[in-house]
Every structure is written in C-alpha cells, then in structure tokens.
C-alpha cells in the first residue's frame, strides 16, 4: 500500500515545503495538488517547488484536465517537471470540473480525455504528434524518453472503461471499500477487453482522514461527500438514478441535493452540505481512533486499493500526517 497527499492551493509556500517535508519523512510516497488555477494558486509552480525539498515523493496534479492548456504545452510541462525531479512526477486527469466550469465551460468528452492521455504521453516519450489544434506535428526535441504515469478519475461506466483502456490507474474520490471493488472491477475488464496487462494497474482512494471523536471528526470531513456529490450527480443526470450503471448507495445520497458553489469547491464552508447524512461522511472518509483507520485501509486494500491519498483539507495536517508516520504507514510497509 502506498500512501499519499494532497493539497489545495492556498497552503502558503512555506508551510507547503515543511508539510511536503514532513510527509516524506513519515513514509509517503506522493504529494498531489488541486489543479485548479482560477480557485487556487498555480499548481504546477508549488509541485516545482517541493521537488526541491524532497528525493523521492512523487509529484502530479490530482486532476487536470485536457481543455485547459494547449496540449503542446502540457506535455512540456510535464516533461520538464519529469526531468528536473530526476522521473519523480505522474499526472491525475479528469474531465474538468471546478477548472472549466467556474468559468463557464463544459468539461472535455471522454474522447478527448482519452486522446489526450495517448498524445500527450507520447510527446513527452519525444515522438512527432499531431493533434486537432496544432495544423503541424509537434515534437520536443529536449524529450528523454520519460513514461509518464497518467492515472484517470473516474466514476461512471464510460469513464471508468476509458481509464482502463488507456490510463495507468485509475482515482476514485472515496474511501468507502465497496465502491472502489464496484469501480476498480469496471475500469480493469475494461482493460482486459482491449487487450491490456492490467497486473500493474494502480488504484487510488483519495478522501479526507480524521483523528479524534466521531462527531468532531464528522464535522471536519462533512464537505467531502458534497464534492463528491457534485461529481456523482453528473453521472445520475446522463444515465438515471435506476439505470443500475451506478450504485444505489451512491444515488440514493444525493436525491436532496439543491446545488453547488464551484467558488467554494472542496471547502468546508461550502453552503450546500445539508444533504449530507453522518453515515455517508462516515462511508466515504477515514475517521475516528487509530485502530479505526488501519481497519479501514485494510478493507480499502482487501477491496483492491494500491494507494490511500489524504485529503488534507481538514485541520490538524501536521498531526496528521505524524500519526501516519508513527503508527498507521509502519503497520502497512513495516
């Protein structure tokens, strides 16, 4: 089990470099940042950042997204941050959600998604392209070869069959242990049908996790499963709630859902949490002692997780990521 985080982009440099620090120190193995550059500060510019404070965190953003750079460009970008981190840097890829739509625009289809995830990987290995927005192919020639890791969110069935068929791993914004086997299962016979070795595919399971009373831990962690929600009722409004292509347990949570404020994504004060029940905060974060947490990661690793990824979004960070460190990472990797 590999063990990550993740931040937003209003952690101040500072702090950011001795959490990133810290982490590494403790036993994780990946630091991923919000890609959204109208809410947050830029993240490319923080991942550059704290590869220079640490030698073996792996780095990339948790997502982004085909629509909001020139393709040309994102593949230099990665690449760059691939070969200044001596091959320490993946990407997190999504449709565009906060990213597009605070400004209005729709996020990419899913074959675009996929196409970038093909295209781009292949500038950056340094072979000619082409793609739709550049008349002429496009090649770098600075490229080293690098293989760039591209895991792919994804949580209905088209989304989950096209991260199997192209992507290296797949994230699922969730901590419940069922959901991920119900999603892990989809995106790997997917692969299997194409005709992939799927032996090496990787699966995340980003949420927040919590020490302490669960009351107090709810309270903290209650503006997950509303994020989540948000993605959820994309999928309810293209396929149905009873088309049983997405688990009830999922639809079921969002039928009282009013809204969203993309100005407050992912943030505690958003002020569209009242449908949000205490049995789904528990479901879908990682709460409460520390006996609690190793129970749940191991039904999360039982259930086919490679990766836990912490949101850490909620308060207390620096302990967090201590009480991981000392008693959680070693029961794992010990």
Known sequence: MEFGITFKGFVSPDRARNLVRQAE??????????????????SFVAMAMCMEHTQKMRFGPCVTNPNIRDWSLSASLYASLAHQSNGRFDIGLGRGDSSMRVMGKKPATLARLSEFTTKVKAMVRGEEVEYGECPEPVKLP???GYELPVWIGAYGPKALATAGQVGD????????????KWF????????????RDMSNFKVQAAAPAYFGDMDYCIEHTKWFPAMVGNHVADIVEKYGSESGL???SLTDYIENRKGYDY???????????????????????VLGTVEDHIAKIKDLEAAGTTQFNIYLDSGDEEEIIAKYGREIIPAFNG
Do not use: M
Request: proline share 4%.
């Open 169 to 180: 791993g797949l994230i699922l914004q969730i901590g419940d242990p069922d959901l991920v």
């Open 246 to 248: 997405v688990p009830k």
């Open 142 to 144: 600075w490229a080293t």
């Open 184 to 195: 892990k299962d989809q995106a790997i016979s997917a692969g299997e049908e194409a005709g």
């Open 263 to 285: 100005s407050k994504h992912g943030q505690s004060d958003n002020p569209f949490l009242d449908f949000i029940t205490e049995d789904i905060v528990k479901s879908f974060c």
């Open 25 to 42: 120190a403790a036993g994780f193995t990946y630091c991923w940042f919000y890609d959204s550059h109208i809410l947050w500060r830029e």
